[in-house]
């Protein structure tokens, strides 16, 4: 049996899947037309985030019967077309669970203390130290939207900092909360409070633009956000006024609404942080989405044993 894997994939899958006797043909990078052409060979195609898997190459799988998504994120897979096809989607929910954590707080620690601005500055011959002034994130409250893997990590790295955390996650049971010593609440009560602002949802029609300019007006001016989860989540626009009009004190991303953020005008802005999705860029998480993915696959394909699919019932 063929399997191709067309985004980037660690060592340690691709030899775990020819060590279970599988073909594994690596096309990095291909392009839709290309990948239409080539998939009716295939009983599995591997992703990452690079990849978009539409209803056209879907449907040109003829003998598919497994999308893998190295990593959790599965909005470049039309989950819909595939579930119509009796295609499994599967995701690999707990591999960069750790990374994106780090990476989150990470972020937020970087806007607190200006630390990109004040490298840049440095590099630059300047020695401008009260332009770059900070704040503690001790004592602070961050709220966090999506208390999920992600959301929970994130919670225990924030308590060690000494902040509150507080979250609004309308799925997750009052006890799990209880379990982290956070408190749960509505998102106006939420959105009231917050020092900081964090997002670990992933992009649905329910959540896509959740943070927009009447959220925002409800904020302290003060208020720090971060969004490492899904660009979209947080509307891109009403963050970019928000901070001209000093309505927001600063912004650190990892995703973007339109994928990369070239030409975006928060690119002209002090007040900003971007990163180009480094939250699961780690060495460890890397290969374990890998390893992950390739031994969900060997399962569902010798085995019959489906893990962590994401179709539509």
Known sequence: MKILITDPLAKEGIDKLRGEGFEVNEQIGIGEEKLVNIIPSYVALIVRSGTKVTEKVINAGSNLK?????????????????????????????????????????????LSRNIPQAHLSLQKGQWNRGK???????????????LGRIGSEVAKRAKGLGMKVIAYDPFIPRKRA????????????????????????????????????????????????I????????????????????RVRGVALDVFENGKPFGSPLMELDSVVLTPHLGAS?????????VDIACQIVDALKWNKVRNAVNNI
């Not at 897979?77 to 990374?99: E, L, Y």
């Not at 770059?132 to 999506?146: A, D, E, P, R, S």
């Not at 989540?233 to 006024?241: A, C, D, G, R, V």
């Open 227 to 246: 969004n490492c989860a899904r660009g979209g989540i947080i509307e891109e626009n009403s963050l970019y006024q928000a901070l001209k009009e000093g």
């Open 132 to 146: 770059f002034m900070g704040t503690q994130v001790y004592g602070k409250i961050l709220g966090i939207i999506g």
């Open 66 to 110: 497994i999308i893998g998504r190295a990593g959790t994120g599965v909005d470049n897979v039309d989950v819909n077309a595939a579930t119509r096809k009796g295609i499994i989607v599967m995701n690999t929910p707990d591999g960069n669970t750790i990374s994106v954590a780090e990476h989150t707080i990470s972020m937020m620690l970087a």
């Open 282 to 290: 780690t060495e460890e998480a890397q290969r374990k989405v890998a």
């Open 178 to 225: 209880e379990e982290l010593k956070v408190n749960l609440c509505e998102l106006k009560e939420l959105l009231l409070q917050v020092d900081y602002l964090t997002v670990h949802t992933p992009l649905t029609p329910q959540t896509k633009n959740l943070i927009g300019d009447k959220e925002i007006r409800l904020m302290k001016k003060s208020v720090r956000i």
